[in-house]
């Protein structure tokens, strides 16, 4: 048993909540299989609380499952617009906070989602994009050399 303080809160350092929180579906079912064959045939324990307790882990984890899936489908799709702006130019922010341009070369898919990679060398986040336009439009010019004078 644990203590109660003053305030009238347990002094046991884990909360029930947490421990729950721990507590996977299969682990679950095997407490309630436990209890359902241990539990005392004149004082039944009541069946449908159990089943909606199973009930509340299942939608927990379809909308876990759910949300994990989405998440995936996001990133393609990023991916995919990414992969749209290859050979177009492109100006963005750096994780030092400079800002670069380039034509971009490539796209990467890493763990902050996808990036492209520009000429230079660069490579920006696709979320740190600031500007796409026609690489022709920015395109270095040449500036023709006046020839030398006193001939």
């Known amino acids: 048993m644990s203590a109660i303080d003053t305030n009238g809160s347990s002094a046991n350092p ?3 909540t947490n ?3 721990k ?3 299969e682990d679950f079912v095997q407490i309630m299989l436990s209890e359902l064959s241990n539990q005392d045939p004149l004082a039944p ?3 449908k609380a159990i089943l909606e307790q199973i009930s509340s882990i299942r939608s927990i ?3 876990l499952s759910l949300k994990s899936a989405l998440e995936g489908l996001v990133q393609q799709s990023q991916f ?8 177009k130019g492109v100006m963005g922010k750096l994780s030092d906070g400079a800002t670069v341009e380039g034509l971009v070369l490539s796209v990467s898919n890493g763990r902050e989602g996808p990036a492209v990679n520009l000429s230079g060398g660069w490579q920006v986040k696709m979320s740190d994009v600031l500007e796409i336009f026609a690489a022709e439009v920015r395109a270095p ?3 023709p050399t006046p020839a030398p004078s006193g001939t």
């Open 45 to 47: 324990n009541d069946s």
């Open 14 to 16: 884990v909360s029930s």
């Open 141 to 143: 010019t040449t500036t």
């Open 23 to 25: 507590l996977s579906s």
């Open 61 to 63: 984890e379809s909308d």
């Open 19 to 21: 421990a729950f929180n």
């Open 80 to 87: 995919s617009s990414a992969g749209g702006l290859i050979g």
